[in-house]
C-alpha cells in the first residue's frame, strides 16, 4: 500500500474535524460567524498537516498523528477503529508512519486492514517472518508499518 496522498488526507482531516467539532460548536455557538474563521483555520492547517504526516520526518508526523487522534478520537478506553477505518487516508496514514497510535499488538485483522490485506495473508506473513509476532498474541504494529514501507520501496524502485 502506498502513503496517503496529502490531498486526499488534509481532505478527510477537514471532513472529519468539520463534523466532530466545528458543526458542534457551530450549533451551540448558535451560528456564530467565529465558526467560520475557524473552519479556514482547519482548512490551512489540515494541509500543513498532511505535509508533515506524509512529507515530514519521524517526530513532526508522529507529533501530529498523536495529537489528530487524541483529538477526533477522544474516550477513556484505548483507539480501537473500525477495519474500515484503516482504508481511509488518515488511517493508511497511521498506519505507515507509525502503524498503531498506541497498541503494542493488533489481531491479525487489524493488521490485515492496515496492510489491505485478508487475515490469512497476515498469517502467512506472520509464518514466513516477515511480520513480527507480538510474544503476547497478535502482531507487532511496527512490523506492519516496516512492511508498508518496504512495498512502498518496491513498487518505487520495480
Known sequence: ?????????????VRLLDIRLLDPLEILLDGDDTVDALRTVVRVRAATWADRVVLGDDRQAVGVIMRVVSTLYPGDGPFDP???????????????RVGHPTAPA???????????????????????????????GGVVPGSVRDRLHQLDREARHG
Open 1 to 13: 500500500m502506498a502513503p496517503p496522498d496529502r490531498t486526499e488526507l488534509a481532505e478527510q482531516l
Open 82 to 96: 473500525p477495519l474500515d477505518w484503516w482504508r481511509g487516508p488518515l488511517g493508511r496514514a497511521v498506519a505507515w
Open 106 to 136: 493488533v489481531s491479525y485483522a487489524v493488521a490485515g486492514a492496515m496492510l489491505g490485506i485478508t487475515r490469512q495473508g497476515v498469517h502467512d506473513l506472520v509464518s514466513r517472518g516477515r511480520l513480527a509476532r507480538h510474544p503476547d
